[in-house]
């Protein structure tokens, strides 16, 4: 059988790991405690029998042994101060010890804990150290070692309730973390589906913590918006060239059926075909304008983006249009601020900023003025195209963006209408803001990088 799934998370795996890791640092601390806390009494048990040989080897050369037997029982008989003693003569006989009968043979520094003896009584372990006087006698001098081993204990105890603590907590906090981990990728997951599903108004949810899953579905809804308002520049594509393509197919096709039974004569028929063709160029040009708009919204051009001067290319611009628009009688006017750069693709902005002009000229009336305006505002640059003209009207300044979409006043002049499609598709690459405005009279277009 499988585990549950919140085992099977990355998170709680994870948590595994952080809790072995944070395990072994708790032995290691614990170890160095216990070892630094245990060498440190130990030092200070040998200072405390070191300060008790002296005491008692004071002046021992001139006193004699005799005298050191004494002073060795006189601190036997008085009350327990935690010392034991053993002195021996040079034949190794027991002048004086308060040692258990059998720890009399036990001389070194540190006897194990605990032991019994022969009549029945449990020792601790010592710690001492022995000396060989002048007189060739044996003096050992030790410290119990109860108070040594009851920290040691209590450190052991600790480090073992710490221990499992330790593990309670790191696996009961790694549950509880991955059971919310969980549920947001869950929800995630969910929103997933629902999408695939063809839910595409369907985003992913923000707890609104600010945290990395916040900033991941952020960075999704984005991308949902983008890839939602591709599908739907799809769905018109395809709906307006079945419309707007469908009647110059139309006309074609009744202009090549009308040459072929009416045109009697070659002059005629080349006449007819000359017409056919320049429509079917119309249409070509129609579908290359929706090929190369599908291929800047794609992003494909980003990679050629460079530093580009607005300021040099505005001023081409207007002055390449001067003559265009005094063949219409109009005034072309502009205003540049020196030095205004971003970072772009030359020819996309070039195309953008004509279109513009283009329209402006296209639309306006003799006698009108266009004004072309590159400069800085609030620190980023800006192009505004204003003219005088007719304008368009406030309800169908969103609508124009949108491909085939034609004014009516508009469809006897020429073109297709993908003009100020591939305007909004240039600003959307370069993340250009468009803002369509009344000139009263006129419109004002305006461009912020």
């Given at each position: 059988?499988?585990?549950?799934?919140?085992?099977?998370?990355?998170?709680?795996?994870?948590?595994?790991?952080?809790?072995?890791?944070?395990?072994?640092?708790?032995?290691?601390?614990?170890?160095?405690?216990?070892?630094?806390?245990?060498?440190f009494m130990a030092r200070q048990m040998d200072v405390s029998v070191d300060a008790e040989l002296t005491a008692l080897l004071d002046g021992q050369p001139a006193k004699g042994l005799d005298h050191l037997r004494q002073e060795v029982d006189e601190r036997i008989r008085q009350a327990p101060t935690g010392f034991f003693y053993l002195l021996q003569n040079a034949k190794g006989e027991v002048l004086a010890t308060n040692l258990p009968r059998r720890a009399v043979a036990l001389h070194h520094v540190n006897a194990p804990r605990p032991k019994l003896f022969e009549d029945g009584t449990e020792?601790?372990?010592?710690?001492?150290?022995?000396?060989?006087?002048?007189?060739?006698?044996?003096?050992?001098?030790?410290?119990?070692?109860?108070?040594?081993?009851?920290?040691?204990?209590?450190?052991?105890?600790?480090?073992?309730?710490?221990?499992?603590?330790?593990?309670?907590?790191?696996?009961?906090?790694?549950?509880?973390?991955?059971?919310?981990?969980?549920?947001?990728?869950?929800?995630?997951?969910?929103?997933?589906?629902?999408?695939?599903?063809?839910?595409?108004?369907?985003?992913?949810?923000?707890?609104?913590?600010?945290?990395?899953?916040?900033?991941?579905?952020?960075?999704?809804?984005?991308?949902?918006?983008?890839?939602?308002?591709?599908?739907?520049?799809?769905?018109?594509?395809?709906?307006?060239?079945?419309?707007?393509?469908?009647?110059?197919?139309?006309?074609?096709?009744?202009?090549?059926?009308?040459?072929?039974?009416?045109?009697?004569?070659?002059?005629?028929?080349?006449?007819?075909?000359?017409?056919?063709?320049?429509?079917?160029?119309?249409?070509?040009?129609?579908?290359?304008?929706?090929?190369?708009?599908?291929?800047?919204?794609?992003?494909?051009?980003?990679?050629?983006?460079?530093?580009?001067?607005?300021?040099?290319?505005?001023?081409?611009?207007?002055?390449?249009?001067?003559?265009?628009?005094?063949?219409?009688?109009?005034?072309?006017?502009?205003?540049?601020?020196?030095?205004?750069?971003?970072?772009?693709?030359?020819?996309?902005?070039?195309?953008?900023?004509?279109?513009?002009?283009?329209?402006?000229?296209?639309?306006?009336?003799?006698?009108?003025?266009?004004?072309?305006?590159?400069?800085?505002?609030?620190?980023?640059?800006?192009?505004?195209?204003?003219?005088?003209?007719?304008?368009?009207?406030?309800?169908?300044?969103?609508?124009?963006?949108?491909?085939?979409?034609?004014?009516?006043?508009?469809?006897?002049?020429?073109?297709?209408?993908?003009?100020?499609?591939?305007?909004?598709?240039?600003?959307?690459?370069?993340?250009?803001?468009?803002?369509?405005?009344?000139?009263?009279?006129?419109?004002?277009?305006?461009?912020?990088?």
């Open positions: 059988m499988r585990p549950p799934r919140l085992f099977r998370t990355t998170s709680f795996r994870l948590t595994l790991i952080y809790a072995t890791v944070f395990t072994a640092s708790v032995v290691v601390l614990f170890a160095v405690i216990y070892w630094s806390t245990a060498g020792a601790h372990g010592f710690h001492g150290r022995g000396v060989v006087t002048t007189d060739n006698a044996y003096l050992f001098v030790a410290n119990d070692n109860f108070q040594l081993e009851e920290m040691q204990e209590l450190v052991a105890r600790a480090f073992a309730l710490a221990l499992v603590l330790t593990l309670v907590l790191a696996l009961g906090g790694g549950a509880l973390m991955s059971a919310g981990l969980l549920r947001r990728v869950e929800a995630v997951s969910r929103a997933s589906r629902e999408i695939v599903d063809g839910d595409l108004e369907r985003r992913m949810p923000v707890a609104g913590t600010d945290d990395e899953f916040d900033h991941l579905a952020a960075s999704l809804n984005t991308m949902l918006d983008r890839i939602q308002g591709l599908m739907e520049g799809l769905r018109q594509v395809s709906n307006d060239i079945a419309h707007d393509l469908r009647t110059p197919l139309t006309r074609l096709r009744h202009r090549l059926e009308l040459a072929r039974r009416r045109e009697g004569t070659v002059e005629g028929l080349n006449t007819a075909l000359d017409g056919a063709i320049q429509q079917v160029d119309d249409i070509l040009d129609t579908f290359g304008a929706l090929l190369r708009i599908a291929q800047i919204e794609g992003g494909a051009r980003r990679g050629t983006f460079a530093s580009v001067d607005l300021s040099e290319l505005v001023q081409g611009l207007a002055e390449t249009y001067q003559p265009v628009a005094e063949e219409k009688g109009q005034r072309l006017e502009h205003t540049v601020t020196d030095d205004l750069r971003v970072r772009g693709d030359r020819e996309l902005i070039v195309q953008m900023l004509a279109n513009l002009i283009e329209n402006a000229i296209r639309h306006a009336p003799a006698r009108a003025t266009i004004q072309v305006t590159a400069r800085r505002t609030n620190g980023r640059p800006e192009i505004v195209v204003a003219d005088d003209g007719p304008g368009i009207p406030a309800v169908f300044r969103d609508r124009v963006f949108q491909r085939f979409f034609r004014l009516e006043e508009s469809r006897t002049t020429p073109g297709s209408g993908l003009g100020l499609s591939l305007v909004a598709a240039v600003a959307a690459l370069h993340q250009i803001e468009i803002e369509l405005g009344d000139n009263r009279p006129g419109l004002v277009v305006t461009l912020r990088f």
